[in-house]
């Protein structure tokens, strides 16, 4: 089983960055892939970045340039740089795992203000 804390977000204004971070309860060294996935008013839950055990990442394409996702083993940490941050950034951030199932953390908020 794994648990996933994530914290860093809050109140910026667009153009402005942040930086969340997902910590996890167990080694994420052989976790297959982890991932940061988003949740605004009324809209689906999507896929916002992602990063295997080997290191490729993915990205969607709307924060592409902007955002950039990394894992620190030593840590069992996993982050999310967001820079020039857009009012349409606004949403619930979610840290996800898969590992033989899928997990999910709480969920932190970022707003963005125009």
């Known amino acids: 089983q794994v648990q996933l804390v994530e914290s860093g977000g809050g109140l910026v204004q667009a153009g402005g960055s942040l930086r969340l971070s997902c910590a996890a309860s167990?080694?994420?060294?052989?976790?297959?892939?982890m991932g940061w996935y988003r949740q605004a008013p009324g809209k689906q839950r999507e896929l916002v970045a992602s990063?295997?055990?080997?290191?490729?990442?993915n990205y969607a394409d709307s924060v592409k340039g902007r955002f950039t996702i990394s894992r620190d083993n030593a840590k069992n940490t996993v982050y999310l740089q967001m820079n020039s941050l857009k009012p349409e950034d606004t949403a619930v951030y979610y840290c996800?795992?898969?590992?033989?199932?899928?997990?999910w953390g709480q969920g932190t908020q970022v707003t963005v203000s125009s």
């Open positions: 167990r080694s994420i060294f052989s976790i297959n892939r």
């Open positions: 996800n795992a898969e590992y033989l199932t899928t997990y």
């Open positions: 990063i295997s055990s080997a290191g490729s990442t």
